[in-house]
Antibody, heavy 120, light 109 residues
Framework: QVQLQESGPGLVKPSQTLSLTCTVS??????????WSWIRQLPGKGLEWIGY???????FYNPSLKSRVTISVDTSKNQVSLRLRSVTAADTAVYYCARVMDTAMASDYWGQGTLVTVSS | QTVVTQEPSLTVSPGGTVTLTCASS?????????PNWFQQKPGQAPRPLIYSTTNKHSWTPARFSGSLLGGKAALTLSGVQPEDEAEYYC?????????FGGGTKLTVL
């Protein structure tokens, strides 16, 4: 059973960098076949796709966030990381990581999400 | 900017049938957009239901089905149960980028 677990600071100051980690268990990132994605949900709002990375390193980002986002993979730790620079209060959200099968573009497993608040 | 549109809210009676749709601002939705559907209940992470237009995950109840309908992706619930009350989101693939719909709040009443 694949499980994804997000972790990181729950509070980030404005203008700083938000850094989150998604630890994958029950399956190896380096075995291939999947995109590893980050999605967020602003308070009381809908879902927003942030970006994804393939284990080969290829990545794609939401154009509206592209200038501030980096997603990376650490296959030795079986982790996917998200960095969002220059955050503001508008980046306060629940952040989810999710797995997507690359052939069928099928999102199957999600983490439970982690709330990040941007405030001084 | 690409916009994916869903009905903001729908109401259905228990045992009834309801269809939620997902439209793209770029034109007709086809299988090449790999429509995915998710169910989200308050305080929970989204739960994947449908992928690649019509395919169910192993945990997806049989009463949920996906299709293309009139140029849109569609999610049909047949024999609605009270526990189906939730927010439903579609997700479309645009050759690299993913875009979520705004969500449909389904009330079972």
């Amino acid at each position: 059973q694949v499980q994804l677990q997000e972790s990181g600071p729950g509070l980030v100051k404005p203008s700083q960098t938000l850094s989150l980690t998604c630890t994958v268990s029950g399956g190896s990132i380096s075995s291939g076949g999947y995109y590893w994605s980050w999605i967020r949900q602003l308070p009381g709002k809908g879902l927003e796709w942030i970006g994804y990375i393939h284990y080969t390193g290829s990545s794609f980002y939401n154009p509206s966030l592209k200038s501030r986002v980096t997603i990376s993979v650490d296959t030795s730790k079986n982790q996917v990381s998200l960095r969002l620079r220059s955050v503001t209060a508008a980046d306060t959200a629940v952040y989810y990581c999710a797995r997507v099968m690359d052939t069928a573009m099928a999102s199957d497993y999600w983490g439970q999400g982690t709330l990040v608040t941007v405030s001084s | 900017q690409t916009v994916v549109t869903q009905e903001p809210s729908l109401t259905v009676s228990p045992g009834g049938t309801v269809t939620l749709t997902c439209a793209s601002s770029t034109g007709a939705v086809t299988s090449g957009y790999y429509p995915n559907w998710f169910q989200q209940k308050p305080g929970q992470a989204p739960r994947p239901l449908i992928y690649s237009t019509t395919n169910k995950h192993s945990w997806t109840p049989a009463r949920f089905s996906g299709s293309l309908l009139g140029g849109k992706a569609a999610l049909t619930l047949s024999g609605v149960q009270p526990e189906d009350e939730a927010e439903y989101y579609c997700l479309l693939y645009y050759g690299g980028a993913w875009v979520f719909g705004g969500g449909t709040k389904l009330t079972v009443l």
